[in-house]
């Protein structure tokens, strides 16, 4: 169950730096957000879906990875990143 296709260009439209950037931590920070949030839903309505649920903790933790990764290289980038998401950190 992918992103659909119009949902992933405005959220890489949103969180580019430049045009046609879809490799900056921002946009795989995002990117990976709508598919945790995804992916948690789907987990809801099936609770038994370990395969599923193992997909999502290793989402969260590269989340993690690249979050840290950004906070080290950009800080401001970081905190106006994990407020337009709407992260705790």
């Known amino acids: 169950m992918p992103l659909p296709t119009a ?3 405005q959220i ?3 969180f ?3 045009e046609g950037d879809s490799g900056s931590p921002e946009v795989q ?3 990976l957000t709508a598919r945790i949030k995804q992916v948690a839903t789907h987990l809801k309505e099936n ?3 370990m395969h599923n649920r193992r997909g999502l903790v290793m989402m969260v933790s590269k989340r993690n990875r690249l979050l840290r990764y950004l906070a080290r290289k950009d800080r401001n980038a970081y905190l106006d990143t994990i407020k337009r998401l709407g992260l705790r950190k």
């Open 7 to 9: 949902e992933k260009a």
């Open 12 to 14: 890489i439209k949103d």
């Open 16 to 18: 580019a730096r430049t």
């Open 29 to 31: 920070i995002a990117l």
């Open 47 to 49: 609770k038994q879906d």
